[in-house]
């Protein structure tokens, strides 16, 4: 299974206790629909490896205690900090509401705006931890479209087409050129009497 096939979960982010449990964060909408989960890829080294899990508590919302089959060492547990977690896109309940969206799903849609219509193609979506970006590519350079129901009402799956309501001057910020020449300011200006 490569990671084409899978979506991240989330991450390992320490250790908890000394008897190999883990704390996982999960990086999505609603943590405690993984309460019954029974296994999971964790990526090590590029390669994804699978982990049965013996237990598993949610807390503080999007952080869940596990204990893994094969793990019972703090040293086990210490080589899996910071590794990423994946499970098969079949574990994915399917979204039929057009306002949601799962990121991995979008790329390759066409971004259409409601003023100026087809845009360009979403290459990439990144999680911020303030605000997470759509990464759209238009007219050869990179566009970022903040993402909110305001901004993106809305996503025709039979389409691939993500609806959007770019704010004015979003696309202007982008397409400024940068690199024009620009006048040396020194301080021997000569002034006309």
Known sequence: MTKDDCFQLGHITRTHGTQGELVFYLDVDEPSAY???ESVLIEVKGELLPYF???IAIINKSRAIV???EVETIDQAEKLINCALYLPLDNLEPIEDETRFYYHEIIGYRVVDAEQGELG???A???MPTQDLISMEYQGKEVL???NSAIVPSV???RQQLNVV???GLLDVYMTETDKEKPEINGDVEHED
């Open 125 to 127: 979506v990144y999680t």
């Open 53 to 55: 899990i013996e237990s």
């Open 166 to 168: 770019l704010p004015d």
């Open 145 to 147: 479209i903040p993402i």
């Open 156 to 158: 025709d799956r039979t």
């Open 67 to 69: 204990a893994l089959e």
């Open 121 to 123: 193609t979403v290459t």
């Open 35 to 37: 309460e019954e989960l």
